[in-house]
Nanobody, 127 residues
Framework: QVHLVESGGGLVQAGGSLRLSCAAS????????MGWFRQAPGKEREFVAA????????PYADSVKGRFTISRDKSKNTMTLQMNSLEPEDTAVYYC????????????????????WGQGTQVTVSS
């Protein structure tokens, strides 16, 4: 079992930046890929970004490309999402996701491809 804890959410003005972090813990686990999803009120959970075990695969949602950067530190079992040039449309609860299945998944942009989830952290961008 893998336990994920997000941190770093908050309130920021449009154009500002936030840095989200996710820490993974558990017994005898390996998290091969990690990712971020978000869910705004009344909307479905949507893919934001993900990162493979090696870090060589880092897909992003079109809406955040060029503004968000995902990274991970395997030695510390942590992942970060640097969010710049934030827009009111980025307002949502951001969820950390992880999966212990080796390799990459062709459906990694879909929530059902992930087997571990954090509780979420609120990001609010004011106009």
């Amino acid at each position: 079992q893998v336990h994920l804890v997000e941190s770093g959410g908050g309130l920021v003005q449009a154009g500002g930046s936030l840095r989200l972090s996710c820490a993974a813990s558990g017994r005898d686990f390996i998290v091969y890929r990690m990712g971020w999803f978000r869910q705004a009120p009344g909307k479905e959970r949507e893919f934001v970004a993900a990162i493979s075990w090696s870090g060589s695969i880092t897909p992003y949602a079109d809406s955040v490309k060029g503004r968000f950067t995902i990274s991970r530190d395997k030695s510390k079992n942590t992942m970060t999402l640097q969010m710049n040039s934030l827009e009111p449309e980025d307002t949502a609860v951001y969820y950390c996701a992880a999966d212990s299945t080796p390799g990459w998944s062709p459906i990694a942009t879909m929530p059902r491809a992930w087997n571990y989830w954090g509780q979420g952290t609120q990001v609010t961008v004011s106009s």
